[in-house]
Nanobody, 124 residues
Framework: QVQLVESGGALVQAGGSLRLSCAASGRTLSTYGTGWFRRAPGKERDFVAGISGSGAYTDYADSVKGRFTISRDNAKNTVYLQMNSLKPEDTAVYYC?????????????????WGQGTQVTVSS
């Protein structure tokens, strides 16, 4: 069993930056594919970024490419999402998710473990 805990969400002005963290306990994340998703009010949970277990492969939603960076520190059992040039449309609850295989996965249904989410609010 893996427990995921997100942190780092906050209220920030447009153009600002935040770094979200996803800390895992229970098992090592080093072989787990991990992703970040977000859910804006009234919308579906959307893929934001994904990273393979080794960290060698990453993928991003078109809406965040060039602004967000996903990374991982397997020694700390933590995955990060660096968010720069934030826009009001980035406002959402952000979730991290993992699964036991190490590839890249874009669909929420492909993930087994989920965190509780962290709120990001970007003011204009």
């Amino acid at each position: 069993q893996v427990q995921l805990v997100e942190s780092g969400g906050a209220l920030v002005q447009a153009g600002g930056s935040l770094r979200l963290s996803c800390a895992a306990s229970g098992r090592t994340l080093s072989t787990y594919g991990t992703g970040w998703f977000r859910r804006a009010p009234g919308k579906e949970r959307d893929f934001v970024a994904g990273i393979s277990g080794s960290g060698a492969y990453t993928d991003y939603a078109d809406s965040v490419k060039g602004r967000f960076t996903i990374s991982r520190d397997n020694a700390k059992n933590t995955v990060y999402l660096q968010m720069n040039s934030l826009k009001p449309e980035d406002t959402a609850v952000y979730y991290c998710a993992s699964r036991v295989t190490s590839g890249l996965y874009l669909l929420p249904s492909q993930y087994t473990y989920w965190g509780q989410g962290t709120q990001v609010t970007v003011s204009s």
